[in-house]
Structure formats: C-alpha cells, structure tokens
C-alpha cells in the first residue's frame, strides 16, 4: 500500500472518518499527524496537506495549500500546518455573476441580432450592448457575429485555457470524441457524467439536440465559463481536487443525475496531468460512493469496490501510481488525440499520443477500431495496438510507449527496443550507456522509473506539490544504488 502524507477534511468538521474511508477504498495509507487538525479552505474549497524541506529547520514541514491552483500566483493561500493563521476562510470564488444572472445574460444574447453578437475570447463571455469596448481596448481576442450554433460549442467558441498550468485545457480531436460517442452506445451507456472534459459533455448535448443521441450529460468543471451556455441542471462548477461544489445545490444536482442513470451511468474524466492522483482517487470514490448509497445492492454490471463505470485519461508513463490508487482500473492501448496538446515533441509525434484511457470496464468490450490498426488479441481478451505484439514468454502485449517492445532471455521480460542486453550491467541498457557508470535513472519530479523529468506530465506542476509522493520512491530508489537528486532542490521547470 501507498504512504502518502496526504489528508483532506471539510472544513468545520472535526471527523477524519470521512477521508480514512476513502483512503482505504483509494488504496492509500494515510501517515497520522498526531492529532487532528482542520484543514483550513481557500475560495477554491478545502485545502490539501503537503509537505516540503524547510530551510530555516532543516527538516520537513507540512503545509496547507490550494488543492486545485499550486500556482501561488493564481492562489495564494499557504499556511504552514504548525502555525494558526486568520487567513482560512471560505469565500466562493465567482466571476461576480451566479449562475442564475449568467443564464439571464445568456438569453439576452439570444435575443440580440446576429450583428450584434460578440463573444470576448479571452474571457470566454459573451457580451451584451455596451460590453464590447472594455474588451477590446484590453486587446482581447473578439468575435463577432457569433451564431446561435456556435454557442452550442462553446469548447470551440471560448479560448482553451492551455497554457495555464491549473486548467490545463487540452481539447479532444474529432476522432477520439467521436470514437468515445460510439463506445458509450455500444456499451449501452445513457448518462455521462463529464468531469473535466466539456467536449464530451458538448458532443452528448449537441448530438442529444439533433436528435441522433438519447443520451443525457453533465458537466462538473472549474471553468465557469461554462455556466453562461449550460443550465444549472447541465453544469455545476466543481474542484476534482476536493471534491468541492461551489454551488449549494451540487453535490445534490449529481445525486439526482446518478439516480437517473443507475447502472447506465458512466464517469468520463481527463484532469489536468500535473495534478496529485491521490486526490483525484479519493474524489472519484467519493463520486462513486454516492451510486453506492443510492444503489445499496451494488451495480450488478461492476466487480470490486469502485462501482461507477468510469474512465479516466492519463499518460501511459503514469500506469503505475493510477493503478496504486484506483486498483479496479486497467490501461486500454487506445491512443488518444486532442487538437492542442503540447505533450507531442518530435519524437512523442513518432509514437502517437502518450495518452491512454484507463478504466474498470473489461477490456473484451471496448472494441477500438480496426482501421486505426487495432486488433484483438485472443491470449489478453484485449484490443491491442498495431505495434503492440503479443509476447509468448511474457504472456502479455507488453509495449506501452508506441514502439515495438522486443522480448530479452535475459532479463526474462519485454524491454523498449532502444535498449538491449548488457551482460556487464547485468540489465538491458541504451546501446551508448557507460558499463558501470551509476546514472541517474528514472524521473527526478515524479520518480517512476520508466521516464525521464523532460517527459513527464507533472513537470508544470510546482515541484514542492508532488514531493508527498516522492518522498516514498525516492528512498527505494536510493536503496537500489540509484543515485537521487538532493532533497529540496527540486524546482519548476
Ligand atoms: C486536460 S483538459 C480536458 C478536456 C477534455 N480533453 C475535453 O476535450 O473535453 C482538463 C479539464 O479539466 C478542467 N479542470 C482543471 N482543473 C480542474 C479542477 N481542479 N476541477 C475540475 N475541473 C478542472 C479544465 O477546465 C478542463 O476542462
Ligand atoms: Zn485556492
Ligand atoms: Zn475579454
Ligand atoms: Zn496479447
Ligand atoms: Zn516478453
Ligand atoms: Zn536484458
Ligand atoms: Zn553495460
């Protein structure tokens, strides 16, 4: 099990209960502070326990910060756990309009002539007589002549949010989204339950609207901007990192969108890749424990203790730490494409989208299509992809990185093709490696062993966030003779 220096608790409520339990249902091993402190909030909910190497102590030092912005500049709530401080309180963040208001303006947009209608980009509003000015002489991106279509899709319409660490806006292609709407009928699927990905909840909507979908979505996303295009029952503003509602009525709006699906309920989710999957882990459960009270029997159609069907994009290189954390889950092959995703270096571009879907369906229904290459595998009861060959020795369809694993009789296991067999090392080595030479493997931010720090997806992250996790790892690695990089030098990159 996991050891994680992780707690959550609602603000005002003095139970641990609530987190133990879904620790244990994550999988994670809460490490106990002694006693039980509160976590203070900031506007974006309660707030997470981290831990850092202070300087003036020399040793390690928990402090609360912000479970969703670890951008100080975006949120600058930081309190050190020993230290009482007046600055926790909870204050909902807004954009100065509820949800109601930004629906009224919604209409009055609707009512406006064609030539009338401007949508500021930047802001992601759409803006109404005597608005327009203020945006344009900030120089914001404006569009005018908006149609009433192109309302209807707003993931196209508002400028995503990709170059900000916390929203980390990156948008599926045509492709996959079309791919994922064939899938969710074929596995008989009527409600969507969109956490953090608007292009599904847009394509359920939009196809729902032309009449060649019956199926029925929502949307839980930080980004408000989407409050103005959907109704309250379509759209609730939500922190996955806490499993925050901003709004009163959330928590209550997903109950009733759960029990209107049962079993035919799916939680489709693509969080920001830099973001701590033990957190994430113990809102999903929270999610799917709501089916369970509603559901007391259990879903026929799940096994193990995660009962909502869901499933969850994350980088291959992630596999791991995902499966440490939500075990019912397996990686499918499937290589997903987005239209503005900066993960794709040159030699990324060679071996496709280092995202995969991971999920707790079983893998013999998720049919992923032949003219992509994909092929059933009979020995897996899998699809796999077109380089990924079975291996009679491994017993497995054993690449994950885009390449074409080969097998080594040596190390009795499938390795990247880039490397082969040192028998001076002991180990499959890259061909220009120096026998001997102790070097420094793995990642330095998150510490699997199968990436390096250039590729990994937490690099925007702030370095102190993920170093809970890494505490961990970084003692095995030392332990195996792996060479680690000193504490508390760890920095943004
Ligand atoms: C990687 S993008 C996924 C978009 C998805 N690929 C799509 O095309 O629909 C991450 C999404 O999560 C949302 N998000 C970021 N941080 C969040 C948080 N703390 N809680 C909820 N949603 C968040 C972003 O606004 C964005 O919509
Ligand atoms: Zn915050
Ligand atoms: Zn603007
Ligand atoms: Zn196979
Ligand atoms: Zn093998
Ligand atoms: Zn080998
Ligand atoms: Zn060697």
Same mark, same amino acid.
């Given at each position: 099990m996991k050891k994680v220096n992780f707690r959550e608790s609602k603000p005002g409520l003095n139970s641990p209960y609530d987190h133990k339990m879904a620790a244990k249902q994550a999988n994670i091993e809460l490490i106990p502070l002694g006693k039980d402190i509160l976590s203070p909030a900031c506007q974006h909910g309660p707030t997470l326990l981290f831990e850092r190497w202070d300087k003036s102590t020399s040793q390690n030092r928990q402090f609360f910060a912000c479970s969703a912005f670890r951008d100080r500049k975006q949120c600058q709530f930081f309190q050190w756990a020993d230290q009482k401080s007046s600055n926790a309180s909870l204050n909902i963040e807004g954009n100065g309009f509820s949800h109601k208001d930004l629906r009224n303006r919604y209409f009055q947009f609707k009512k406006l002539p064609r030539s009338s209608r401007s949508v500021c980009c930047t802001c992601g509003r759409l803006l109404l007589e005597g608005e327009l000015s203020d945006h344009a002489k900030k120089g914001h991106l404006l569009k005018h002549k908006v149609g009433l279509k192109d309302v209807k899709q707003p993931s196209f319409l508002f400028k995503p949010l990709d170059d900000n660490k916390t929203f980390a806006q990156y948008l599926f292609s045509k492709t996959t989204v079309d791919f994922l709407m064939e899938t969710f009928e074929s596995l008989g699927f009527t409600h969507v339950l969109c956490v953090g990905t608007p292009r599904i909840h847009e394509a359920v909507q939009n196809g729902k609207r032309s009449g060649n979908m019956s199926m029925s979505s929502m949307l839980l996303d930080l =980004?408000? &901007?989407y409050a103005q295009i959907y109704p309250p029952a379509l759209f609730t503003k939500y922190n996955m990192f806490n499993h925050h $509602? $901003?709004? #009163?009525n959330g928590k209550v709006k997903i109950s009733k969108f759960l029990n209107e699906g049962k079993e035919h309920t799916i939680l489709v989710t693509d969080p920001p890749f830099g973001g701590l999957i033990e957190a994430l882990a113990s809102s999903f459960t929270k999610i799917s424990s709501m089916l369970k009270e509603l559901h #007391? =029997?259990?879903? #026929?159609?799940m096994e193990k203790g995660f009962l909502l069907p869901m499933i969850l994009f994350f980088p291959y290189f992630m596999e791991k730490r995902i499966l440490q954390n939500l075990s019912t889950l397996s990686m499918i092959d499937y290589k997903v494409d987005y =239209?503005? %995703?900066?993960? $794709?270096n040159s030699q990324q571009k060679k071996k496709g989208s280092p995202v995969r879907m991971f999920t707790n369906i079983s893998q013999v229904l998720f049919r992923l299509p032949a003219e992509e290459g994909y092929w059933f595998c009979q020995s897996c009861q899998k699809y796999s992809s077109k380089e990924n060959w079975h291996c009679k020795d491994c017993r497995a369809c054993t690449s994950k990185d885009g390449t074409t694993y080969v097998h080594c009789d040596a190390c009795l296991r499938c390795v990247k093709p880039s490397r082969s067999h040192c028998f001076k090392c002991g180990v499959c080595q890259l061909k220009d490696h120096v026998c001997g030479q102790q070097v420094l493997l /793995?990642? %330095?931010?998150? /510490?699997?062993?199968?990436?390096k720090r250039r590729d990994? #997806?937490? &690099?925007?992250?702030?370095g102190e966030s993920l170093k809970t996790i890494r505490l961990g790892k970084r003692k095995q690695n030392q332990k195996c003779g792996i060479r680690a990089k000193k504490q508390g030098t760890m920095s943004n990159v």
């Open positions: =980004d408000e &901007r $509602f $901003f709004e #009163p #007391p =029997d259990g879903n #026929p159609s =239209d503005n %995703h900066n993960l $794709f /793995g990642c %330095h931010i998150c /510490g699997e062993l199968d990436h990994c #997806p937490a &690099r925007t992250t702030n």
